[in-house]
């Protein structure tokens, strides 16, 4: 299959030279008025080819450079949740973006993995607190239908650990755990009277 964009002045310049009438009278050298002309309407062609390839990339999100304002713009980024974060950059932003329009119209426990999947995290689970119950093994923690009823733990692979470090203010804690941008995304997205309670690492998975 022939590829739709991506060509040059000179792949488009050969191409109007095999369009001219057969014969001796069209032979001419690249040096005349007449293919000099040719020459200058590939060089146009060129150009809106490129323009063709930066308006594909400028449509999705994950590659728009020129319109990525606009984006911002029509999904109300930043919103609340980066409101919240200090120093957040474009990429950030970016990632905010890209997981608000993919998590529309999705089931809740579909959205948590999507936007976990948008803010590079390579496992994202949901889990429950199960009920107690006489048939339950006695190391079992015990747990009453309001847990199962209205939390429920979400688990990603990153452990997002900032320590204290000698250009550190004094106030701020010897480390700290978490992703705020994650944490609120989710929760401005969960059920209104589920609690949630997040987990960072790999071994927080049951």
Known sequence: MAKLTGYSAEDYYGAEKKLLP?????????SCFFMKM???AALEFARLDADIARLIAESDPRTASVTLQDWFHQWGIPDDCLATVSGADIELW??????????QGLAFGELVKLIGQALDYSRTEIGTFPVYTVASRVDKRIYGSKWRDW??????DGTNVQRFRADTRVSQPLAMWGDQIFECLVKSLAPCHCGIIFQY?????N
């Open 151 to 156: 939390f429920m733990t979400i688990t990603v």
């Open 94 to 103: 970016r990632k905010v973006l890209i997981a608000k329009i993919c998590t």
């Open 38 to 40: 040719l020459d200058l």
């Open 201 to 205: 690492g790999s071994n927080s998975y």
């Open 22 to 30: 057969p014969g001796p009278a069209w032979e001419l050298p690249d």
